[in-house]
Structures are given as structure tokens and as C-alpha cells.
């Protein structure tokens, strides 16, 4: 059985009794296994490590899947991120969304954001996604030369994420 | 904003938020709340181009430069990029950037105020980390200085927002709010009589983590504990400053100041013997590690919040803890020190100070 996290054979299987709805099984390497024991609770990459394996059971097949799993922005796949723990871009919590939904119900017990909006923008997921995927259109025309295409690719990307209201007109209460 | 700092100068000073002032600054060092913001257009920073990076170092900047007036007072930006590893260390020592920031590559920065109170770093784990640091408990204005600068950033630059997730960050677990309150705890009478694990054991079910200064994995060093939010969805950003700053804090300083009492009826002469000897041992060694230094100077803050030795004052034990470390000893030395001269050039330092005979390095 291969470990949860990488390639490595899994030596280690943690049972996990604290949490409610019974016993978790964990499969790690030994490298894994030590990481995991040693960070404890209060680290990030334990909290999704434990969220993860809870997700995901005991089936590999399943994560086999799950791993391939590539962004269609950035370029992430899923087992990147188990790796890791960082996603790769703004869309990955579009993409990956029924796969990070039981992961952030695990870390925060909720799934909604209750506070603050930002006052303005990008629109959709889906606008966000082309700005990303325009910007690295553009970094690749000046890498071979193809200035015109450079430009026209700036121009889109300046109008997309122009600012709604210019900077410096509103005073501010200052304390 | 004024590019790059001198370091030199920076070295002799501590921050505002390091003064030992503020309310319950007997036990609490500080408050420190922080927002994790990206931009809506690029990739998170593990996914960037060194173009990328670069692009949004530059992009912030020039931001941030049209907005600097009404930001803050004699802003300063850092590139971090060019630095020295000791100049680096030092920000690092200083609570002004994360260890993981001034480790990693590429394209970088921080920009800080002369109070040192406000910075934001830039390309660390996500594009923007903007954070406040108070001396004393002090959840609200901490609380809305880093929400003022925020929404000045947020005129200037376009934030990646989900509306059912809230400010997207590159962890699952800062997404939402982004929001982190921090308060760095001294808890020197729960270590001595040995509460600390209940502390932890009490914390973990309430949404908290507690860990040792600086938050560096199982350490913990001179009795010094960060209380912090674990969770960041799903709350209001009021919610989270609450569960910190009136549910937690306030439980733990009880809980510290009854150990205090107890020490001070139970074991006041044992207790007045160790910080007797604590400020012995730095007053009068020839080298010291900073580890030992440490765990002394925290003994001598304890005796002097429960009014066991009367000099010397607090602030000046609070400038010891940031100045003796390496980076800043080096700094004020002016030059790269083996581990062996740095300990004795530890203790000189430590003597110096304590034994009354100041210099001209303070004013
Ligand atoms: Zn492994
Ligand atoms: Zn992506």
C-alpha cells in the first residue's frame, strides 16, 4: 500500500480515535508518519492532512482518481496540493470545489463566509480564471518575441482589471 | 515611501508595540492581528513565474507608493530580494517579516512604518500579508488599523474574492477572512507550577492554538506563548476577534495571575532566589547562549510584574529580548560574529545593561 501523501510505501497505519464519528485509519511512510505525529493539531498541514484522510477513507483507487485531477488555470493537480497544502490559484476553490468542500467543513466547521466583502470585484470565478490565464498567455508571446500579441493580450488584461474607482478621490477619517 | 532602511539605526531601537505598555502588558507582550489578501489576477505565489512574482512586487508598490500619504507616517520599503541574510534576520528578529519569507526566493518585500506597528510583506505564502502589532491586549485598535489599511489597498488593487468563500488565500486554512489574531502571552508562573498542559488541553476545543514564541514547532522559549484563532470561515471578523481577545486572553491572564498569587504566598523566598539568581548569572557571565538568555531575562521579567526586585525596568528587559538576539547583536557590533564571540559578546552586552552602567547605544 503506498502512502497517502507520495509515492513511498506506506509502513505506518495511524487509528485515529478522537473524532466522533469513529475510528480513521491513516497509511503513511515513515517520513509522513513522523511529520504528522510530530506538528500535532495546531499546524495547517496536519489539519488537512487528518481533513483529507478522513475524506478520502481507506480506498486508494479513489485517490488515485482524485490525485490526476488537474487545474485548467494553473496547471495544479490535486495530489500537488495533498503535498503541499497550498493551492495554486484563485480557481483551484472553483475547481476543486466538491473535493475542498468536506476539507474546509474538517478546518473551520463551516463552509460560508460571514465577514467582510471587499468593496469591488473581479466578478466571476470564471473572469478571474481568464485574467490568470491571459497574463501567462502574455508572459509567454514576450518570451518568443511576439510583441503585437504581447500588447493586445496587456490591453484585454488592463480593461478586465482596471479599478472601478480611481484611487485618491475619497478623504479619509485618519486617526 | 522611503526605500530600503538603515539597518544600523534600525538595530538600536525597538518597535513602538515592543515597550511593555498597554493593557495587561504586566503579562501580555502584544497583539498582532493579520489579513492574508492575493490578487485576483495571478496565480498564488507556488504557482508564479519569477515574472509573475516580480510583476506583482512591482504592481503592489506602485500601488501602494499613491496611497502612501494617507497609509501611514514615513513608510519604508524593503527589498528583500537583494538583502543580506542577517539584514534579513533581523526584520525577522524584529517581527516585521515571517522566517518563511526571508528563506524563501525570488522576488519579495515588506513595507513598514517608523513605529514598526504596521507592515505588509509581500509575496510571502500568499501576495499580501498585511499585519498590526499593539503593545499590551488590544484587539480593537489593532483591529482597526489593519482594517483601514486594508480597505485602502483594496481601492488600489483587485482582490481574489469568492463570494461563498470569502478572500481566497493559497492554504485552505486562512480562506474566508484571512483574518489571524494573535496575542503573545508571557506565562512564566503556569510554566513554573506546571499548568500548561491543562492550558493546552483547554484550548484545543475551543477553535485555538497556543504555541511557543515565535511559533517554531515545539519550542518554546523564555515562557513566552502565542494564543491565536485557528479558524477563519464561516465567523465575522468580530466573532474571531472576540474568541481571542474576551473569551481566551482573558481566561489564560486569570489563570496566570492566580499562579502568580500562589507563587508569591506558597514560594515567595524560592522565587526570589531564582530571580535573584537570574539576574546574577546575566550580569555577571562571560558568555551566554541565547537560549539561556532567554530563560533567564523572562525569570527577571516575572520578578519585576510581581514586584520582587524593582529595577530594572520592563521596557529595558523587552529591548534585551529583541537585542540580544543574533542578527541584532551582530548589527550593533557591526560585523559577522562566530557562535563563540557572540556569546561573549552576549554577555557583555547583558552586563552592560544590567549592571547600571549604561552606554550611549540606548537613548
Ligand atoms: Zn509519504
Ligand atoms: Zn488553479
Redesign the pocket.
Known sequence: M???????P?TFHITELTEPTGPQVMH??????KGFLHKGASSPMAAIATALAKQLGQSGDDLEELDQKECPVCGITFREFRNSGRLGCPYDYTHFEADLRPLLINVHDRTDHAGKHPQRSAGTADSQARMIKLRSEMEEAIKSEDYERASELRDELKNMAAPLNPPNTETDDQS | MKRDADFEQLARYTGEWMRGEGPESDIVISTRVRLARNLADFPFIRRCSDEDRLSIERTVRSRMETIADRLWESAQYVDLEPLSEIDRQLLVERQLISREIADSDGSRAVAFDASEGYSVMINEEDHLRIQVMRSGLDIENTWKQVNRIDDMLEEVVLYAFHPRYGYLTACPTNVGTGLRVSVMLHLPALVITEQMDRVFRSMQRINVTVRGLYGEGSQYTGDFYQVSNQVTLGYTESELLDLVGKEVAPRIIEYERKAREALLKNNRDDLHDEVSRAMGILSTARKISSEETMHHLSKIRLGISMGLIDKPDVKIINQLFLQSQSAHLQKLQGRILGTAERHARRASFLQQHLSGKDDATWN
Open positions: 503506498k502512502c497517502q501523501f507520495c509515492e513511498k506506506a503513511l511512510c515513515e517520513e509522513h508518519a
